[in-house]
């Protein structure tokens, strides 16, 4: 079995944080390393063939998750069986590339000239940064070598397809020199974070010029990659990892009882408002858009599941004043859901931990909570009687009476006024939240007061700050979060300026040392 492993002890902030400004804190960020996932990679890839190459499967198609979000740093290691995936994709990549080059700057046409026209190319693709003349005279150094036992189609593949393994192509660093990010480094982090590729022409001009060691130039940067919200990838899949609606497409329903259920479609449906929800409130109360909005997709093939009546042959959008916020949309309903009942408990942990950045204490090992049917009994109800129990009570008055609110709509997302021949309630009470804690009576009051909660608003920031960072929040970022809540507030909470100014502050450019 090949073996391709790399660590990196990762070292951060100790001690105080000494401000020399009272929004500047001179503790940067820990030093990491990030490794590229499929869609990154497949990225490289169609810069260096101008489209792709059809043949090939992109390593890391399975996302590793830590916690919420797949950006996580994480240890910087690759699985041994991603080891033969990215072995295979190399042997791919290398043989389409050589069969496709006219000249291999092979023998004594292998000049610097040469070099840098024919292979330039392929290692500012792989390195999102111009390589130097030192670099072009190591590639001709391995050329030479790889010739004296191979021809020189041969011998030009042997020499590539180690690139293509390396680390310096897999992971993209943020270590920093002499504490502070190289201009590379924030190019790639800008544009890998962003819009998971490559560095466009413009940053990679800014990086090889050291152009992008002033937080005004970032800011500038950062402005123009995010012009277009709906486009900007990274938006697309915080919202999706945040909030979990994908999950619906690996919720089993039964397709005899529930033949209208489309969970792709579902999916989609919510996508598509969450488009139109960032295209308009990006940079004007995305956080209340998402969760009080009426704005819904509806197709025909998933009206039903909206219990909408819809006259039109295609999908169109509407206000639907039974629905508020993307959490009473079908597909997030089905997400929280088990294959034939709802599970209030498991979306009252969600509204706890990702709305309110609560913290619900992990089950004793071995512990499989047993919910008893019970003819006549809501869900709701035998919930209420399971946590009766004193091992139980705790963690559950954390969790269900956020979750209460959405017993209105049933387990395939339709409207419900009775469970299990019983009748439903929908009141709960809300904790944690703020000046809007209490009782509240359904699920459209429940969004409501979470929308104008400073809890949820200060969570929203922290949770696009575990995004963009790729990492959870250490106590040394205090001071930064506290910064970046309130230019969300005095903004008009833009979640873009948020983001820029992340990109734009000394915390992110400074990297802590790592001691050797």
Known sequence: MRSLLLAMTLVGCTGEIVLPQPTAPTCGEPARLKRLNATEYRAIVTQ??????????APFAQA??????????????????????????????????TNRQTQLCSGSGRTLECLRRVYAPVLTALWSRTPTDEDLGALAASLNEAERELAPKQAAIATLRPLLMSPDFLFRSELGIDGRLTSSEVATALSFTLWERPPDAQLRSLA?????TSTEVIATETRRLLEHPADVPALRRFLRELLQYENAKTTFKDAAAFPFHRAGELVDDTEKVVERLVTDHARSGLHRALLTSDLVYVRPSTAKSWNVALSADAGVFMADPTRTGVLTHPSWLVAMSEPDHNHLVRRGRFVRERLLCGEVPMLPGGVVPQIEKKPGLTFRQRIEQHSTDPACSGCHQLMDPLGMGFEAWDHVGRPQTMDNGGVVSTAGALTGAGDVDGPYADAKQLMQRLAESPQVKACWVKQVFRFVRGRDVLATDRCELER???????????????????????????????TP
Do not use: C, H, K, P
């Open 484 to 514: 970046l809540t309130q230019l969300y507030d005095s903004s008009g909470e833009d979640t873009l300026a948020v983001v820029e100014a992340m990109f734009a502050s000394e915390a992110f450019l400074q990297r802590t040392q790592v």
């Open 64 to 97: 590793r998750r830590t916690d919420v979000f797949s950006t996580w740093a994480g240890q910087a290691t690759i699985s041994e069986y991603e080891v033969d995936d990215v072995w295979a994709a190399a042997d791919v990549i290398a043989n389409e590339w």
């Open 208 to 212: 090889d010029s050291d152009g992008l």
């Open 48 to 57: 260096l063939f101008d489209g792709g190459v059809r043949a090939l499967e």
